[in-house]
């Protein structure tokens, strides 16, 4: 059985995202994120969203464990950030029901959601410059980068919150990110 673990950025809704993957049938730890990378045992990560991109923790060293690493809103930022992107406020903040427009239909992670998918958006900063390997995956009025793949590393992040109802494709992205787990 596959185990993917999420790690604790104390974000509002770092549970939900481990009651999503439980649900699906997926084992699944939710662990704090000072756990020695040495001390993780799973088939892949979810950097869990959170307030504050200066308390994350340990989660730089996690991309490096060589397992699948999805990065959900504020996770998505210690990626980016982490491997050289750029991080930094948001023209609009996204609070808010967001239609995004996905650029990849070959993307392991969003392509069977192409061209389009409804989420629920809740974050003042953003990615404002993608990590070097990185390719955009999709994009949104109110985000240039909604969510970002590095195929060839295994890392990947949505700005949106796929484990709230509001995103209507929430669970194919998780039965997606498995995909890529099991591989």
């Known amino acids: 059985m596959t185990k993917i673990d999420v790690?604790?950025?104390?974000?509002?809704?770092?549970?939900?995202?481990?009651?999503?993957?439980?649900?699906?049938g997926i084992d699944t730890e939710?662990?704090?994120?000072?756990?020695?990378?040495?001390?993780?045992?799973a088939d892949g990560l979810v950097l869990s969203g959170g307030?504050?991109?200066?308390?994350?923790?340990?989660?730089?060293?996690?991309?490096?464990l060589d397992i699948p690493v999805l990065g959900i809103c504020l996770g998505m930022q210690i990626i980016a950030?982490?491997?050289?992107?750029?991080?930094?406020?948001?023209e609009y903040g996204g609070y808010a029901d967001v239609t995004v427009e996905l650029l990849e239909e070959d993307d392991p992670?969003?392509?069977?959601?192409?061209?389009?998918?409804?989420v629920w958006a809740s974050h003042a900063d953003?990615?404002?410059?993608?990590?070097?390997?990185?390719?955009?995956?999709?994009?949104?009025?109110?985000?240039?980068?909604?969510?970002?793949?590095?195929t060839g590393r295994d890392l990947y992040g949505v700005q949106w919150h796929p484990e709230v109802a509001h995103t209507e494709e929430g669970e194919e992205l998780f039965e997606n990110f498995r995909a890529i787990c099991e591989e």
């Open 7 to 24: 790690v604790d950025n104390h974000g509002q809704f770092t549970h939900l995202e481990q009651r999503a993957l439980r649900d699906m």
């Open 30 to 41: 939710l662990i704090d994120n000072e756990t020695p990378p040495e001390e993780i045992d």
């Open 51 to 64: 307030p504050d991109i200066d308390d994350i923790g340990r989660c730089g060293e996690y991309l490096d």
């Open 81 to 90: 950030d982490e491997l050289g992107g750029r991080v930094g406020g948001g």
């Open 109 to 118: 992670l969003t392509g069977s959601l192409y061209p389009e998918t409804r």
């Open 126 to 150: 953003e990615v404002k410059e993608l990590p070097a390997g990185f390719e955009l995956t999709g994009k949104s009025d109110v985000c240039g980068v909604e969510s970002m793949s590095n």
